[in-house]
């Protein structure tokens, strides 16, 4: 492991999926504007979408260690549907810049958010919850 060479990108500049489908390429450019590319398996992909909020999370924690901030996106957008021969719900929510994200709830989680979501409060003065750290 001594010969890896790490390359500081600077800035993502541009994605494709490669022909079938399997594969995905992301172009980045370094600090110096060098432009790079890496292509990885759409296994490799998704486990890294499912790592990316956890890691960008632990950095904040990282940097203010009292917890006290979360990455967070604004709600552009969601969707409910359901799960063509299963009795799920498909619930995907979406950014205004177009980030998507959907999670399969079963009937039990269905039940909880929804009965989560009419107890929120809205907006009176209720005390701001903490996450814990």
Known sequence: ??????????????????TGGTRIQL???DCDGTPHHI??????????????????????DMRFADGSLRFVQPLGGWRLERAENEAKLI???????GFEVAFALEG??????????????????????????
């Not at 790490?6 to 500049?13: D, F, K, N, Q, V």
């Open 1 to 18: 492991m001594d010969n890896v060479r790490a390359i500081e990108g600077s800035r993502l500049t541009a994605w494709c999926v490669l």
């Open 27 to 29: 172009d980045f450019a």
């Open 39 to 60: 292509v990885l398996p759409f296994d490799a992909l998704t486990g890294l979408l499912m790592t990316l909020p956890r890691m960008l999370q632990t950095a904040l």
């Open 91 to 97: 619930l995907q929510l979406g950014t205004p810049d």
């Open 108 to 133: 039990q989680d269905a039940d909880s958010l929804g009965a989560a979501l009419l107890a929120a409060p809205n907006g009176t003065n209720q005390p701001a919850v903490r996450r814990p750290h």
